[in-house]
Antibody, heavy 124, light 107 residues
Framework: EVHLVESGGDLVQPGGSLRLSCTAS????????MDWVRQAPGKGLEWVGR??????????EYAASVKGRFTISRDDSKNSLYLQMNSLKTDDTAVYYC???????????????WGQGTLVTVSS | DIQLTQSPSFLSASVGDRVTITCRAS??????LAWFQQKPGKAPNLLIY???TLQSGVPSRFSGSGSGAEFTLTISSLQPEDFATYYC?????????FGGGTKVEIK
C-alpha cells in the first residue's frame, strides 16, 4: 500500500526558509514522478511543482508563483522527496501535500495517492 | 496557463438529487482532466481521471464526461457522504491547474 508522510511544517517569518520532507513507502520510489500541491486556509488547490523520476533525469517543473524560490529534490536511497522553500511570503501559508501520481493512458500523471499534508505558516 | 472555471461555486442539494458540476478550460485539453472530492481536514480523493474513467473504489453514482474544453461531473443520486467540495484538474500541460472548487451542501 502506498503511504506518504509529510513533515517539516512550522511557523516561519516572512523572508525565512523551510524544508519539507515526504517519506514514501509501499512502492518503488525511484520509478515514480512526485508532486507537491498546496492549499491555503479556506482556499482551493494549487500545484506547486514536480520531480520526474530517475528515468527522466529527475528534472523538475514549478508553478510560476514559486519558481526561483522553491526547489524540489529527492533522495531515492531514502525514499524521500523534499521541498526547499526560501524567501517565504505570507501568501505561502498553506497545507502542503506530497503526491505520488499514477501513469494512465499515454503518459498522463493522475494524482491518486496523497499524503495527509503539513501546515506551513508564514507570519511575523 | 490553462484556466479552469468551475460552476457553480456553491450548490445546495438534497439526498437523492442528481447533481451536475461543470468545468470549462480556457483552451482545449483533450481528455486530460480529473475530478477530486475533498472533505474538511482531509486530502483530496481522486474520483475520475481521463475525463470519464472512474477511479477504482469510487461508487458508480459518480460519472464524468466531456472533452476539449467542457467537462461535467455528475452524481446520479446524492448520498449523505457526498457533501464535500469538488475540484477539477487539468494535466494536459504545465503548469498543472485546478478549478476553483464547487462546494456541495445539504439543502
Amino acid at each position: 500500500e502506498v503511504h506518504l508522510v509529510e513533515s517539516g511544517g512550522d511557523l516561519v517569518q516572512p523572508g525565512g526558509s523551510l524544508r519539507l520532507s515526504c517519506t514514501a513507502s509501499g512502492f518503488t520510489f525511484s520509478d515514480h514522478y512526485m508532486d507537491w500541491v498546496r492549499q491555503a486556509p479556506g482556499k482551493g488547490l494549487e500545484w506547486v511543482g514536480r520531480s520526474r523520476n530517475k528515468a527522466n533525469s529527475y528534472t523538475t517543473e514549478y508553478a510560476a508563483s514559486v519558481k526561483g524560490r522553491f526547489t524540489i529534490s529527492r533522495d531515492d536511497s531514502k525514499n524521500s522527496l523534499y521541498l526547499q522553500m526560501n524567501s517565504l511570503k505570507t501568501d505561502d501559508t498553506a497545507v502542503y501535500y506530497c503526491i505520488r501520481p499514477e501513469v494512465r493512458g499515454r503518459n498522463e500523471q493522475y494524482f491518486d495517492h496523497w499524503g495527509q499534508g503539513t501546515l506551513v505558516t508564514v507570519s511575523s | 496557463d490553462i484556466q479552469l472555471t468551475q460552476s457553480p461555486s456553491f450548490l445546495s442539494a438534497s439526498v437523492g438529487d442528481r447533481v451536475t458540476i461543470t468545468c470549462r478550460a480556457s483552451q482545449g485539453i483533450s481528455s486530460y482532466l480529473a475530478w477530486f472530492q475533498q472533505k474538511p481536514g482531509k486530502a483530496p480523493n481522486l474520483l475520475i481521471y481521463a475525463a470519464s474513467t472512474l477511479q477504482s473504489g469510487v461508487p458508480s453514482r459518480f460519472s464524468g464526461s466531456g472533452s476539449g474544453a467542457e467537462f461535467t461531473l455528475t452524481i446520479s443520486s446524492l448520498q449523505p457522504e457526498d457533501f464535500a467540495t469538488y475540484y477539477c484538474q487539468q494535466v494536459n500541460s504545465y503548469p498543472i491547474t485546478f478549478g476553483g472548487g464547487t462546494k456541495v451542501e445539504i439543502k
